[in-house]
């Protein structure tokens, strides 16, 4: 139902972007966001908008990461720049539509 891309691995200081595409049986979606799980931690919430446009970011990624929404594509896009060793893990993205959904999950990897 949710399809992530976008991660890899990248050196500190660098950028990555990831999108991740909800199928067209995904309808009146309420809710976009990333969650990620560094290795060893529980997942945390990294970056949300709102069906309104509103946002919302973990304090560690304000300043450095942008989540944006295409709602003709059914897409929830997450630009990181200024990545840092500790950004990595694996990326989730999350849909709220009556359901929830959770994407397959990307890893990213900063290396120092």
């Known amino acids: 139902q949710l399809q992530a891309s976008g991660g890899g691995l990248v050196q500190a200081g660098g950028s990555l972007r990831l999108s991740c595409a909800a199928s067209g049986s995904i309808s009146r979606i309420n809710f976009r966001a990333w969650y990620r799980q560094p290795p060893g931690k529980q997942r945390e919430l990294v970056a949300s908008?709102?069906?309104?446009?509103?946002?919302n970011y973990a304090d560690s990624v304000k300043g450095r990461f942008t989540i944006s929404r295409d709602n003709a594509k059914n897409t929830v896009d997450l630009q990181m720049n200024g990545l840092k060793p500790e950004d990595t893990g694996i990326y989730y993205c999350y849909v709220l539509s009556g359901t929830i959904y959770w994407g397959q999950g990307t890893q990213v990897t900063v290396s120092s």
């Open positions: 908008i709102a069906s309104g446009g509103q946002t």
